[in-house]
């Protein structure tokens, strides 16, 4: 099955996606999802430029040598942009071979290890009644599982908060903002993380007062604490019992939750920003952590994150695959069918897709009863409609850039 061409489309329905299509001499294609928010470009360019003429001629059938030979032979070896074209080409291959075998992907991983993956959706509020509001929105349409985010006294704009723009409308949340103009520049969020430790345990309480013990609950620092804050955080929010505390440090420094670890049984999730496995250094060996939050889009596609999560099984960790909005929907039907199929499966992020990504991204996977299903489709199970891609061209669009009430730059 020789690979006759490999093309990189970037669409923007709502949001920036960049797709790999690689096509075989016997007509077959497959996808991937290279997208890496506000740095779309580059890995466009570096999929034109540097993989697809390397790709054309290529066995379509020899995975893993095509992910060793684009990943060691660059020498240069993960970084964001690297990892997210080497993802694309990865999924795209696996998308072919499941679709040669006559199969869903899920199945050539080893078939289904449940009926579905258990879903977690994103509740947010300015306060406390906007936060009851909105989880009593996402159980309506079928969620078991939910993530809080709250806004902070004091603060105008907070990460992970997003409020109905009318009574009753969907709470839909997408950080990076786009912008037509000649030169585009990242919005500013503002944040003070004591006002921030006083107020979520309240936040937790009232949430547990209203929902009951039973409901998993879930909560994203997004890497804003010193590892003795997070330490804080994690014992104080211990009374209401959440699923995990995600990305509570700063992602580069591994060894910061050895002392979050000794100080709180809140069980701890990280990963989004990795784009190896390389990256969790003790993190699994010392079992750090609870669950790991790689994309399979930035972590380097099917073949590394199954090994991912094959390291992470024998340490007794599970997983909880990023599934946000900018992964687009090839990249979130690959985590669907790992989800199905490995056995240390632990959780699945769920952001719906807007109406809009759906006119470019024709999936075929489910959602019944909280749990997600990739379908029987052959293959990853989403095709890419080109002429609706065509209408929705490019936007410049950036992650917000998060400053301390004093001005100084903070992890966003
Ligand atoms: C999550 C993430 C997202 C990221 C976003 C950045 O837990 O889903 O933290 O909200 O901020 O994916 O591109
Ligand atoms: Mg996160």
């Not at 923007?12 to 997208?35: A, C, I, K, Q």
């Not at 979520?200 to 007062?209: L, S, T």
């Not at 701890?268 to 750090?288: K, M, Q, T, W």
Request: hydrophobic fraction near 40%; glycine fraction near 8%; proline fraction near 7%.
């Amino acid at each position: 099955m020789k690979i006759i061409a490999a093309d990189v489309i970037v669409s923007s329905p709502g949001r920036n996606f960049v797709t790999l299509r690689v096509t075989t001499e016997d007509g077959v294609t497959g996808l991937g999802d290279g997208t890496l928010n506000g740095r779309e470009l580059a890995v466009e360019a570096y999929l034109r430029e540097h993989v697809a003429p390397l790709l054309v001629g290529r066995d379509a059938g020899r995975i893993e040598d095509t992910w060793q030979y684009l990943y060691r032979g660059a020498y240069w070896r993960r970084g964001p942009v690297t990892m997210a074209a080497v993802a694309a080409v990865d999924m795209a291959l696996w998308d072919i071979k499941a679709k040669a075998a006559g199969m869903p992907l899920y199945q050539l991983l080893g078939g289904a290890s449940r009926t579905g993956a258990l879903a977690y959706g994103h509740a947010s509020g300015r306060d406390v009644p906007e936060i009851l509001d909105s989880v009593r929105a996402h159980l309506a349409q079928g969620y078991r599982a939910i993530r809080i985010q709250s806004g902070i006294p004091g603060l105008d704009s907070v990460y992970g908060v997003a409020s109905p723009a009318a009574p009753g409308q969907r709470y839909d949340y997408e950080p990076a903002r786009r912008s037509q103009d000649a030169h585009p520049r990242p919005p500013e969020e503002q944040w003070d993380t004591r006002a921030y430790l006083r107020h979520m345990p309240r936040v937790f309480e009232a949430v547990r007062e209203e929902f009951g013990p039973e409901l998993p609950l879930l909560h994203d620092g997004h890497h804003r604490m010193t590892p003795i804050q997070a330490a804080r955080l994690g014992k104080d929010l211990e009374p209401y019992d959440l699923f995990w505390l995600e990305d509570c440090t700063p992602a580069e420094d591994p060894t910061a939750l050895r002392l979050v670890r000794q100080h709180t049984t809140t069980p701890l999730a990280i990963g989004e920003v990795f784009n190896s496995l390389h990256d969790y250094g003790p993190l699994l060996s010392e079992r750090l952590i609870d669950y790991v939050r790689s994309a399979v889009t930035h972590v380097g596609g099917v073949t590394a994150m199954r090994k991912l999560l094959d390291l992470a099984a024998v340490h007794g960790v599970k997983s909880g695959i990023h599934g946000p909005t900018d992964i687009s929907p090839v990249g979130m039907a690959a985590a669907l069918h790992l989800d199905l199929a490995v056995h240390n499966f632990g959780i699945q992020e769920y952001m719906p897709h807007t109406e809009r990504t759906l006119e470019v991204f024709r999936t075929s996977f489910t959602f019944e009863d909280g749990l997600l299903h990739p379908s029987d489709t052959h293959g990853l199970g989403v095709e890419l409609d080109d002429e609706a891609a065509a209408r929705f061209p490019y936007v410049p669009a950036y992650l917000p850039v998060n400053r301390l009430t004093d001005g100084t730059v903070h992890d966003w």
